[in-house]
């Protein structure tokens, strides 16, 4: 089988991605468009549509269109059903992870529903800062707290979760040094006088990482991060993966894997710590649809350095069917131009690799 | 018509470019060869003909002679005139943007001159920490001088400027965020005791930017940043324009029309920025005739996630005609390939994204 | 000859390469691998050999093996030899500059038994922190820790040496600053208290480094700086050589010719401070023997605005020869795709800029 054929054909685990939602929710054009760019919805939708991600997200609806006289319109729940389906199954999409943390409006929540949904197989990732959230409002110091959202993460593989995201990025940065139990004590009061539940404190993110990693190894699960691009919310000037070496240095040579996710436009400095941190993972997830004229140039730069046990396939998509199917459609492009290039490597080989970065890397890294 | 021709044809809006000089200046092949790079004069001229940018300027020296024999002599101010027309008009220069804050030796200043020596339109750009020196010198004290500079800043449309330029980036950097009334009094003082009029209090520039903003946003004009890539003069360190996520966070956000300038190294991350953030526009220039070979690598990434109604050519050039005409060249050659390779978007959609980036979208941000 | 050709036929001086090891030295395979890679020996070996590098490495030893059924099979001396000269002599290697301050296990240390093994000629570099670590242990204070040092190194040209090197971007960064002398005592008397010989206080390296340039200047000697890549040792984000500003506006403008290392993923930033500081050189080694499918879009990125004049071939190679011929073929190539592209230049020119940067760059640097 050629090369072509042999990406072509590969099953996906899309490691990285976020809630569907329902088939009655209004507006399909508009909530499509909104979603082809990481903009807020206050960004004009006419700059939205002057995207090549959107053109992307049409060429998607085209093809797979129900009604092609009309492919953006709304879909009955069957047509829907039927409709993601068919994008799940023409690029073998085989398990989808679900970062929990991120609710679209008319979400699909349910996992088994979004299974039934895409026809493929859900697992869920365990969201560590709304946790934490969650658990200021239900205690009352500082050691309650704490115990509350340790013994939840430590019943997460209990509970069905395949790994754990932080978002410290959105919240203050990358630059996750260790700090003392008094220092996140003092943190902790601090927030339970503030006016929003919502964690900022650099101190008590850094705590509750350094804190969890254990917790993690235990269970053998991994941490995922958000890295690099993002929406206007995040600070991308802190979100540099070369911010975390300390903490890889702790951690990842611990035994504690370690996932950087999206990482544009630090994907090779995300690539060179893969090749000399054990046990650290990354993808070059949301630019596969967002950046569709981007996707081969960043797979290539991404694997300067890393080794191809190392680097994973996700989507980061949301929202409708559209978004993963763009995603797998332009990463299975740039694969094809990445190992047509490669030189000295024999064919089998590079069939493993690929193997590993469309489903294989995913499995070991979460246990599945 | 073809892409390619449909390309060439298009009109350019040069948004962001300098002086030319009078034909009687001397040693003409010096001075091409000087401002084919970014260095200072104390620059080895050996080392500046050995890169790529002079040979391209020298290509369009001769493409264009009036002397084919000698396509690097003086000429004679007639020749002159020609030539500069031969050059702005076989690139379908329309306007000149003209920056007034960067003079070089033997300048033409007479913006009616410029127009007549090019055959183009010509308008100027406001300079904002040239004008607030100026008035350090013709004022007392801290009142005097902001009331000095705001006047005159608010007078701007009315006196013909379309947009105004800061160079915070050449005087500590991009970092702008909000500074106090009584820090910036301090810091007036301070410059009033120095012994230069040179502006370089970071704690005044912020206070000149957060505060002109609604002079600007009154009249409707843009504020320009020198972003990147520049002269040893600039710390290119601090010309990171994510540093500017707060200010642009405030002011884009409430409808500041912000321009980034050049931005090479950093293209990827403006383009980002223009990705999220209303009323931000980049341009890639200067990269385009100092580093030809770069052009068509450095405008594909700049587009990765930018929409095209935020991104416009400029070249950045000064001094002589073969620079803005190198610039327009490899610019559009980039232009070609980019949309020669653009998946999924229809041709007409596509001609509408070029006049966009090659004139619309500057004449919208400057009212033109 | 046509281009290809004259590239292939140019004699390579490698100005920045280590130490060779020994035809006795065990398990070749192993050994071979690990170089393939700047992870430390404590990396997965798996996760090496799922690197393109190590295919590279395969590649190189099946081309020139000395037994075919078993290419990676460790040499009796005089087949090591003759395979080491097939190789250096296969690319044209003509000089190597050897890096004295990293010691591979079972290295070959003697320059003259170097020569011999490859046929080439071999200079050695000054290692500034190492020498200054062995002063520590023979001196009692601080006047005369650093009699000694700079006695050592104003004798370094007279002993032998063609240039210096500095590790400061592995220690603590490369904000070069200036400090007081008080400063600097103050850090000596607090590392002559330190449990470890280790030279880690940035104060004392920048007071070594500004007072050693005029030593190095008056010998005519340049000063190499690790800069970018390197292995887990190495903080990267503090390796960014735009940090180098001050510096370089101090001792290039004074003469002092600055060599910077690998610099990926920093080269296009190394590019640019080479086309506005005098005097400022630069390679993009390391990555050549290390992200071979890189390689030419590095150099291409490289040379997007640095003067031909200031670029130089190295390839960071050691222990085995498959390492710097792996380099060298990968950096021929890259020399092919960016001189094929190359508009407006004359072949006559692009010869002359190949030389440069094959050799001549590099003989007027380190004055060979």
Chains 1, 2, 3 share one sequence.
């Not at 939840?152 to 630059?175: C, H, P, T, W």
């Not at 911010?243 to 950087?260: A, D, I, P, T």
């Not at 047509?340 to 294989?360: G, S, T, Y």
Request: glycine fraction near 4%; charge should be negative.
């Amino acid at each position: 089988m050629s090369l072509q054929d042999f990406i072509d054909d590969q099953p996906l685990i899309d490691h990285h991605c976020h809630f569907l939602i329902r088939s009655t929710a209004e507006n399909r054009e508009k909530r499509l468009a909104q979603v082809s760019t990481e903009a807020d919805n206050d960004y004009p939708l006419e700059d939205t549509k002057n995207r090549a991600a959107w053109w992307g997200f049409q060429h998607e609806a085209n093809k797979f269109a129900v009604d092609s006289t009309d492919p953006l319109r709304n879909m009955a729940p069957d047509e829907y059903r039927a409709y993601n389906h068919k994008i799940f199954a023409h690029y073998h999409f085989e398990t989808l992870l679900i970062d929990t943390g991120f609710i679209p409006a008319d979400p699909v929540l349910d996992l088994d529903e979004t299974a039934d949904l895409t026809g493929t197989t859900i697992r869920p990732i365990f969201r560590i800062e709304t946790t934490a959230e969650k658990w200021l409002q239900k205690t009352a110091n500082f050691e309650e707290w704490w115990q509350g959202l340790q013994t939840e993460a430590a019943q997460a593989k209990a509970n069905g979760y395949v790994g754990f995201k932080s978002i410290a990025a959105y919240r203050f940065g990358l630059n996750l040094t260790e700090v003392s139990k008094a220092g996140a004590q003092k943190a902790f009061t601090e927030w339970q006088k503030a006016n929003s539940t919502r964690l900022v404190s650099p101190v008590l993110i850094k705590y509750i990482l350094w804190n969890l990693a254990p917790v993690l190894l235990k269970q053998g699960l991994p941490l995922q991060f958000h890295v690099g691009y993002g929406d206007a919310d995040t600070d991308m000037y802190q979100g540099n993966p070369l911010l975390m070496r300390v903490f890889l240095e702790k951690w990842c040579k611990q035994g504690l894997k370690v996932v950087l996710l999206h990482c544009y436009p630090y994907h090779r400095e995300a690539g060179y710590l893969a090749s000399v941190f054990p046990n650290l993972y990354f993808d070059t997830s949301l630019i596969d649809p967002l950046g569709p004229t981007a996707v081969t140039k960043v797979l290539n730069e991404a694997l300067e350095l890393a080794p191809y046990s190392r680097y994973l396939f996700a989507s980061d998509a949301s929202t409708y069917p559209e978004m993963y199917g763009l995603a797998a459609l332009k990463f299975k492009e740039a694969l094809k131009d990445h190992f047509a290039r490669l030189d000295f490597v024999p064919e089998l080989q590079k069939k493993e690799w690929i193997k590993m970065i469309c489903h294989e890397n995913a499995r070991k890294v979460y246990g599945l």
